[in-house]
């Protein structure tokens, strides 16, 4: 496909976060790119009658028949549910509801209530055989900590499809960039500063070419009360917010899928097991402390900002 310097943009609203697609590409093969968008919305969303996790969530603990697409990733939530020693689960999400950190009601949980919820989260209750999928009845799942990956992945490898050698997508936390930028040189990503001007001041830079970058930050969601501050990353072990003085963590890879799992589990686990975890996969991540100290893997190439 001919790809001239000046770019094109298109925008779309879906899995609660603004995204967007920029490419030399003509318009309207990024829109249609962005149009799939809504077919993964409504096989995904737990909020869409009749989507796949719909079905799962109100089966009554009966067997459902679920699509490729959503056994792919129930297979990496699985896989990095057990890998992460339970810092990323799917089944958490009653829990964090306990929490309204989206109402913005700023009071605690009831302890015993999300003493319960925790622990009715166990993922290793969930039964996926095939394309087949059981979920006992007091279990809920929600893929939204991994599934906005696997679209990115997805809407990714369309582009191409359509001949598209140059884009970047920004689907809120997950950014993916198709080759290089018009000019050949790697895209340059810019890691969000905690404190500063959303899309406008960053801590880092980091080079990228046919990857993927996925943050998880503590500075999205949170409520004060009592002189403390209660951020939306929970521990799914305990189900209270994650109190490791991390303030980011980003996860640099080819599989968005595989980032947006592993970057929660890797905020909750720090950057000792983290860094580790990551290693494991293949994956590399930098960490920003709350003192400014930071942790990254070596290899990974990156400039950090004063």
Not at 182 to 197: A, C, F, H, K, V
Request: contains cysteine; glycine residues 8%; proline residues 5%.
């Amino acid at each position: 496909m001919n790809q001239g310097l000046a770019m094109n943009q298109v925008r779309g609203d879906y899995f609660d976060t603004f995204n967007t697609i920029t490419s030399p590409a003509p318009q309207e093969v990024l829109q249609a790119a962005m149009d799939e968008c809504a077919y993964y919305n409504k096989l995904l969303s737990k909020t869409v009658p009749g989507s796949d996790v719909w079905r799962i969530n109100h089966n009554h603990g009966e067997p459902v028949t679920v699509s490729e697409h959503t056994r792919t990733i129930l297979e990496m939530a699985l896989e990095m549910n057990r890998a992460s020693e339970g810092a990323f689960n799917i089944a958490i999400g009653p829990a964090i509801a306990l929490w309204h950190f989206t109402d913005g009601t700023a009071v605690l949980p009831d302890p015993e209530k999300l003493k319960e919820a925790v622990k009715r989260a166990d993922c290793s209750r969930i039964c996926l055989e095939e394309n087949t999928v059981t979920v006992p009845e007091e279990v809920e799942i929600d893929l939204g900590g991994i599934a906005k990956g696997y679209i990115c992945d997805c809407i990714a490898d369309s582009l191409r499809a359509r001949g598209v050698t140059s884009a970047l997508l920004n689907f809120g936390g997950n950014v993916v960039t198709v080759g290089k930028r018009p000019d050949g040189q790697p895209w340059t990503i810019g890691l969000q500063r905690p404190s500063g001007e959303r899309g406008k001041e960053f801590w880092a830079a980091v080079k990228s070419s046919d990857n993927t970058l996925v943050t998880s930050g503590i500075y999205e969601r949170s409520f004060q009360l009592n002189g403390m501050t209660y951020h939306h990353i929970l521990d799914p072990r305990t189900g209270w917010p994650v109190q490791n003085h991390i303030l980011t963590v980003t996860a640099v890879t080819k599989s968005s899928l595989l980032a947006d799992a592993i970057t929660t589990a890797l905020f909750v686990l720090g950057p000792e097991k983290g860094l580790a975890l990551a290693q494991k996969y293949g994956v590399s991540a930098v960490y920003l402390r709350d003192d400014g100290k930071v942790f990254f893997d070596p290899d990974l190439d990156i400039v950090f900002v004063k």
